[in-house]
């Protein structure tokens, strides 16, 4: 697996890169701020709108029947905070920014979407898995959570080949990509949000 610094070299001055910086600067200062805005409601739908919206990041297309609840957020967070035992999981996977992704960490991080996006597709009536919105969140909740996405997942397959049918493996190939990118001096070990623009932006 090689890391192509002349490609990355162009997209680091692109339009691109620098309206994600200027996107990206938002959307992490929303689940960072305190208090917790994971401990309100409200506030919990309100993050889940702005990123489903935001990002493109499909919750809103898994969830059945959502009309009669008046919002397809307003379901899934009355189906969360109305089981205590739910909301401790919720904010248990949701964690909080800490750790640099690493070798280490790399199976919890993959633990953790994947039980988050089960816990959204019991309640969001429909079954359906939600792996890029819960991939998302913790994105931009921990900061060290690659994106699972259409555009990203494209943009992996055109730098390193492969097909990726399932998370564990997308996020594998993230992480070993990063890593060589950062034994050629290309990033700072924190930057997977850096990665993950630059993926998306060779799978568009």
Known sequence: MRFDRKHWKAYRNSDHERLCNRFNIGLTHAFGAQPDPLTD????????LLLDKSYSAGLRRTVRNWDKYGSPMYRI???????????Q????????????????NLRTVIERV?????LL???????????????????????IVPIWDTLARRGLQRLVGGRYSNYADYAT?????????????SFEPQEIKRLDNYLMWWGD
């Open 173 to 185: 190939t993230v992480f070993n990509l990063l890593s060589d990118a950062y034994e050629k001096n």
């Open 89 to 104: 999981s919720f904010l248990m996977l949701a964690g909080r920014r800490g750790k640099l992704l690493s070798r280490a």
């Open 77 to 87: 967070a009355s189906k969360i905070y109305g089981d205590k035992r739910r909301q």
């Open 41 to 48: 409601e409200a506030q919990m739908v309100g993050l889940f």
């Open 114 to 118: 994947d039980a988050l996006t089960d």
């Open 121 to 143: 597709s019991q309640v969001n009536g429909s079954g359906r898995l939600p792996i890029s919105f819960s991939s998302k969140f913790l994105h931009f909740r921990t900061g």
